[in-house]
């Protein structure tokens, strides 16, 4: 075999394509097998973001790009279909699930058992939230932190490069379908596959995007999630936080479905960059060693547009609005929003905020529809708390949650042309590490058959 001729390429080695990789080895001794990634080797993944400071990087930032991808990150996985994505709908919830503790025992294999996992499931708060006409979502979590997410999947890498042709720091320039599999072309050289996954996550957007049309494919429905981040007492959720560390709470009716995301005890708000916008962001206590005496999640609400364009368009004209070019992020007190006025000031707030916004009116900056579902949820939780939500309570405005677009793939994630698999969540079926992982290893158990 020529040495630039393998069995199966992987573009991207983040998360889907690790759990890939490392099923395929697994399950069958002698295929040949390439990952590329535009990043560098996990070791070398540094920038001073990590620390606080401003992006160092050469290129595109290795805080998100490189070996484990986004895997990089806070490394909270969890299992279950309530939310993290469609994979269940795709493969079915019980075989999802089945493969999430397939995940499960990988990452302890590599240590991730260094942290204990634990359950969300509550039945007497559920009993009591369905009263107050909420749904809770449970989940069993395995939270491995930055640090050990990175100790787990570098000893990944020390497993995977015994078997598997790595090329890092490569971009591949164009895809073309042969008979007999792909030809790429990169900046590091020419290769040739039988099989190509593709595993690029959100980061690869633009790429895909390109290379997919170019093959004659295009991506489809695009969901945006968008909300409103609240910041609370610390302990105005002990009633329903007492047993578990964080909750996630559903409301629904009929013209739309809300969901707490990213609920951070003691956690502070930080500033997202994504897309050219600025967004409030929750981070966990644990990143930290100073906690917050206050707690924060957004609200989000999903929404489906006909095209990615279209979801973009509609993210950039709301929340670019609101950061005016200027990074802007608006706070405003429950109290205010209540009677729908502007909040002048906070001095004397009792709830102090973590984050430094412009104190104003959020309900001028977003549509109508997240600032009516923030209202019914509060409503509702008041009602499970059987309390008011303190007036000081913080709000602000506005955070998302961007998904990659569906493109179209059969239940093996095969694109309509022939070989060519597309997995994690630049598929548009995955939106978390758990369901990214387990289509991953779903994939490696079909072709290493
Ligand atoms: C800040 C942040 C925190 C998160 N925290 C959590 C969490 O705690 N729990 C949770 O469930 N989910 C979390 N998520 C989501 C989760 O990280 C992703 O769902 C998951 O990593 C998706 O895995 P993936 O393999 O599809 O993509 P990724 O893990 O992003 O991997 C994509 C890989 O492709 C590479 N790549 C990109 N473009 C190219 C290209 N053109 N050529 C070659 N390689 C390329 C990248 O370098 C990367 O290695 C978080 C997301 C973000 C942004």
Redesign the pocket.
């Known amino acids: 075999m020529h040495s630039n001729h393998y069995d199966i390429t992987i573009?991207?080695?983040?998360?889907?394509?690790i759990f890939l990789a490392y099923t395929l080895i697994k399950n069958n001794k002698h295929v040949s097998i390439h990952m590329?990634?535009?990043?560098k080797k996990l070791s070398e993944r540094t920038c001073d973001i990590d620390d606080g400071g401003v992006c160092t990087c050469e290129g595109m930032c290795s805080k998100y790009?490189?070996?484990?991808?986004?895997?990089k990150?806070?490394?909270?996985?969890?299992y279950t279909n309530d939310f993290?994505g469609e994979l269940g709908r795709k493969i079915g919830d019980q075989a999802t699930l089945d493969l999430m503790k397939e995940v499960d025992a990988i990452l302890c294999e590599f240590g991730g058992d260094f942290t204990t996992s634990y359950c969300t499931k509550n039945e007497s708060l559920s009993n009591r939230a369905r009263m107050a006409d909420l749904k809770v979502l449970s989940t069993e979590v395995r939270h491995l932190g930055t640090r050990l997410a990175s100790e787990v999947f570098h000893k990944m890498y020390e497993v995977l490069k015994n078997r598997i042709t790595f090329s890092f720091e490569?971009?591949?320039e164009t895809i073309s379908k042969h008979d007999s599999g792909f030809h790429l072309k990169s900046n590091s050289g020419d290769f040739h596959t039988e099989k190509l996954v593709i595993?690029?996550?959100?980061?690869?957007s633009t790429?895909l995007k390109e290379q997919a049309a170019s093959l004659g494919l295009f991506p489809g429905k695009t969901r945006l999630d968008m909300g409103i981040r609240v910041e609370m007492k610390g302990d105005q959720l002990q009633m329903i936080l007492q047993d578990t560390f964080e909750t996630k709470l559903r409301i629904e009716r009929d013209s739309f479905s809300a969901t707490t995301y990213c609920m951070n005890p003691q956690g502070r708000i930080i500033r997202k960059h994504q897309h050219g916008l600025v967004m409030p962001d929750g981070q966990n206590a644990r990143e930290k060693d100073t906690p917050s005496e206050n707690l924060n999640f957004s609200l989000f609400v999903p929404h489906y547009f006909q095209s990615y364009d279209e979801a973009m368009g509609y993210a950039v004209d709301i929340i670019g609005g609101i950061n005016q070019g200027q990074g802007r992020i608006v706070v405003q007190r429950l109290e205010d929003f209540k009677r729908r006025r502007h909040t002048e000031s906070l001095e004397g707030n009792l709830i102090g905020p973590s984050l430094e916004a412009e104190c104003g009116n959020v309900r001028f900056e977003v549509p109508e529809l997240y600032g009516m579902a923030l209202e019914e949820f509060l409503t509702s939780l008041e009602k499970l708390l059987g309390e008011p939500i303190h007036p000081d309570t913080l709000l602000y405005g506005v955070d998302a949650k961007f998904h990659e677009p569906k493109f179209s793939t059969d239940p093996h994630f095969e694109t309509a042309l022939p070989n060519l698999f597309l997995?994690?969540?630049?598929s548009g079926e995955?939106?978390?590490?758990?369901q990214?992982a387990a289509s991953g290893i779903y994939l490696g158990n079909y072709l290493g058959e």
């Open positions: 573009i991207g080695a983040g998360v889907s394509s590329i990634d535009l990043g790009i490189g070996f484990a991808g986004l895997g990150s806070e490394g909270k996985f969890n993290g490569t971009l591949v595993g690029t996550g959100m980061s690869g790429w997995i994690g969540d630049c995955t939106h978390s590490l758990s990214a």
